[in-house]
């Protein structure tokens, strides 16, 4: 690649090695250690401008899949980018340890054309890939293809695993990962555990009684012994087994509202995303009957209810934010406060807070992580731990009204009413055409760049017949073994797309739906509809509100640096709404009079305004 005139190439790099599965965190080639031993090398030799070594501010393992929702590490390098006065090299090993989320892709393409950051794919492809503000056409060519062939690959997994998940649920087997507590894996047979499943026997007996709430229950079964698995840690790139731990109360809720033990489970469709029952067909033992378990839910469900009648489990952010300190879930708590000399009143707010579930596995996790010097840091008043210093989670409780409050902002600033749902619904249909044409015209490259391999291998199979010299032998075996690489290459690729040419957007039309006055309708829907329009709106909601010290060297939350108070919320809109937020909608109005002659009134009934959060 070359340097373009007048352009001033980074000096500092970031470092991001991303594994999915365990499998490849196991892996030789794709594991963590070997990406970062790669990436420093790279970094070190100065990279592709200079020769100069690259300063690394920061580095990332990430040990999830690219495609989920909460990408934790991803927005810390998005703050650290967004923080800088300078442009940064990202490091990455190839685009598809990058991200398969388009969205993802999209957020750090526009950081590349402010000149925030360069991109570095350091093994894609035989020469690498760097992308930068003032990379050529060609190669953002290569780069645009190389996003597109991440968002159909991604699209094709996605197929499979929903394949693979009905076949196993035709089959009786259930497709959750680990078995529940109370069973085991012998060579491949699911079998009761001997020390456990009288345990777990023993707790749906006890509380089907309706004696015992959950934490005189966890009390008994913790004193008889009774200990759940932790999950496994990695060291030294291994995963290996914990100690096992005595149960909590959130373990034996759990375990009692999961009706595994039945011979039934729950699972959602791979189709509907419904919550389905499907029978295991024998594939596991029966450990108590179905009687008990309704039993169990009917008890579970009148200790569930308040004296007002507000259910526990109907919570408008239930499950859907999490904690921009640690990433743990944030958990409701319906709290009262009463007013003195103003006959008793009584007044309940729901609070969340962040489960602290870092600890669960790991006690010091929060002093390591933060130091000794928080806003989680406290002394207890009561229980086992009165009188000590406790290291939980930094995060402040948060009322639900000043979160819906910001929500409710937000929905206002993305109405435009039925005329634009029907304009979008109109650009979807085209853009599916035109993806259909752009995955032909590729597969019709790929397959021409596959014939002419096949030339140049029988031209090389010819020249090793015929030459004397072994040296020159060798050169034509490893010209020969590279050609013969890329054309298994090219054979993925072009099956890739071919099974992936049709584009389904029934979601995004569904979702479009939603569209013309969202304010309206959220607060005309009951509970469940509220959860299920913000499960529809936004594909994350991390708040961060306390005290910690902020390290400005390394651009990081840590023991280091200045206390700072942080108060924010970050809620990051999902496909469509995300686009119609950020939409200049007079250039796009523009444009449709100018192609199409449209009269549609594109214009936002609610002007943008500043938000009343930071």
């Not at 190839?94 to 991200?99: H, Y």
């Not at 750090?108 to 360069?118: A, I, P, T, Y």
């Not at 645009?144 to 991440?150: H, N, R």
């Given at each position: ?8 190439p980074?000096?500092?790099?970031i ?22 031993r790669?990436q420093r090398?790279?970094?070190?030799s ?35 980018i967004?923080?800088?006065d300078?442009?940064?090299?990202i ?10 989320r388009?969205?993802?892709?999209l ?16 093994s894609?492809?035989w ?7 003032n ?11 190389e996003v597109?062939?991440a ?13 693979s ?13 680990d078995?529940?507590t109370?069973?085991l ?9 001997p ?10 007996e006890?509380?089907a ?5 959950l934490a005189?229950?966890t ?8 200990t ?7 060291v ?6 914990r ?6 109360i959130s373990?034996?809720?759990d ?10 489970f ?7 995303g ?17 009687s ?8 579970l ?5 308040r004296a007002s009648?507000?259910k526990?489990n ?5 499950g859907l ?8 879930t ?8 009463s ?5 008793s009143?009584?007044a309940?707010?729901?609070?969340y807070?962040?489960t602290n ?14 130091g000794?010097?928080h ?6 008043k ?6 000590q ?8 409780w948060?009322r639900?009204s000043?979160i ?18 029907e304009?979008f619904r ?13 995955a032909?015209a590729?597969i019709k ?11 140049l ?6 020249s ?8 020159l ?13 890329n054309?298994n ?27 013309s ?5 959220y ?6 509809g509220?959860?299920?329009?913000l ?9 961060m509100r306390?005290?910690c ?7 990081m ?9 942080i ?7 999902d ?9 200049n909608?007079?250039?796009l109005?523009?444009h449709?009079?100018e192609?199409?002659?449209g009269?549609?009134?594109l214009?936002?009934?609610n002007?943008?305004e500043?938000?009343p959060?930071?």
């Amino acid at each position: 690649m070359t340097k373009k005139k007048g352009y001033q190439p980074a000096t500092k790099a970031i470092i991001l090695a991303r594994v999915s599965t365990e499998d490849q965190a196991d892996n030789g080639r794709y594991s963590v250690p070997a990406q970062l031993r790669k990436q420093r090398e790279y970094a070190q030799s100065g990279g592709r401008f200079q020769n100069t070594p690259l300063e690394i501010i920061a580095e990332y393992e990430i040990e999830e899949s690219a495609y989920k929702g909460k990408r934790t590490k991803f927005k810390k390098a998005l703050e650290v980018i967004k923080i800088l006065d300078e442009s940064v090299a990202i490091i990455f090993d190839v685009v598809d340890r990058f991200s398969r989320r388009f969205e993802e892709l999209l957020e750090f393409d526009e950081l590349r054309k402010d000149g925030k950051v360069e991109l570095h794919f350091i093994s894609q492809g035989w020469q690498g890939l760097v992308i930068h503000r003032n990379s050529t056409q060609d190669e953002l060519s290569v780069w645009e293809d190389e996003v597109a062939f991440a968002r159909k690959f991604s699209r094709r997994i996605s197929g499979n695993v929903r394949r693979s998940i009905r076949e196993k649920l035709a089959q009786g087997i259930y497709p959750g990962g680990d078995l529940t507590t109370g069973y085991l894996s012998v060579d491949g047979n699911k079998i009761l555990d001997p020390e456990r499943a009288p345990f777990r026997k023993k707790i749906y007996e006890l509380y089907a009684t309706g004696k015992y709430n959950l934490a005189q229950l966890t009390k008994i079964m913790r004193n008889a012994g009774f200990t759940t698995k932790t999950k496994r840690v990695r060291v030294n790139g291994k995963l290996v087994e914990r100690e096992p731990k005595l149960v909590t109360i959130s373990d034996i809720a759990d375990m009692l509202r999961n009706s595994f033990p039945t011979g039934k489970f729950y699972y959602p469709d791979p189709d509907s995303g419904e919550r389905r029952l499907y029978d295991n067909k024998g594939t596991y033992p029966t450990l108590i009957s179905w009687s008990l378990f309704q039993r169990v839910q009917k008890v579970l469900d009148s200790n569930n209810s308040r004296a007002s009648g507000y259910k526990k489990n109907n919570f408008k952010f239930r499950g859907l934010l999490y904690c921009g300190f640690c990433g743990c879930t944030m958990t409701p708590e319906e709290m009262s406060r009463s007013y003195k000399n103003k006959n008793s009143r009584q007044a309940s707010e729901v609070y969340y807070h962040c489960t602290n579930g870092k600890a669960t596995t790991d006690p010091n996790w929060y002093l390591e992580e933060y130091g000794t010097d928080h806003s989680g840091v406290y002394v207890a008043k009561k229980g086992k731990k009165k009188g000590q210093t406790v290291y939980a989670c930094p995060q402040r409780w948060w009322r639900e009204s000043e979160i819906e409050e910001e929500i409710l902002f937000r929905f206002d600033n993305i109405n435009y009413g039925e005329d634009v749902f029907e304009w979008f619904r109109s650009f979807l249909e085209d853009n599916y055409e035109t993806d259909i044409a752009v995955a032909r015209a590729n597969i019709k490259a790929k397959r021409t760049q596959y014939t002419k391999n096949e030339d140049l291998i029988k031209a090389i199979i010819r020249s090793m017949a015929t030459e004397e010299d072994s040296e020159l032998k060798e050169d034509y075996r490893k010209e020969y073994e590279a050609i013969k690489s890329n054309q298994n290459e090219l054979k993925k690729e072009i099956t890739i797309i071919e099974e992936s040419l049709e584009t389904d957007t029934d979601v995004i039309v569904k979702r479009l739906t939603y569209c013309s006055n969202l304010r309206e309708q959220y607060e005309n829907f009951d509970i469940e509809g509220k959860q299920k329009l913000l499960k529809e709106s936004f594909s994350d909601i991390m708040v961060m509100r306390g005290e910690c010290r902020y390290d400005a060297k390394k651009h990081m939350l840590g023991k280091k640096g200045k206390l700072e108070k942080i108060d924010y919320i970050d809620l990051e809109f999902d496909d469509p709404f995300n686009t119609l937020e950020q939409i200049n909608i007079d250039e796009l109005l523009d444009h449709w009079h100018e192609e199409n002659e449209g009269v549609y009134d594109l214009t936002k009934e609610n002007e943008m305004e500043a938000s009343p959060k930071p």
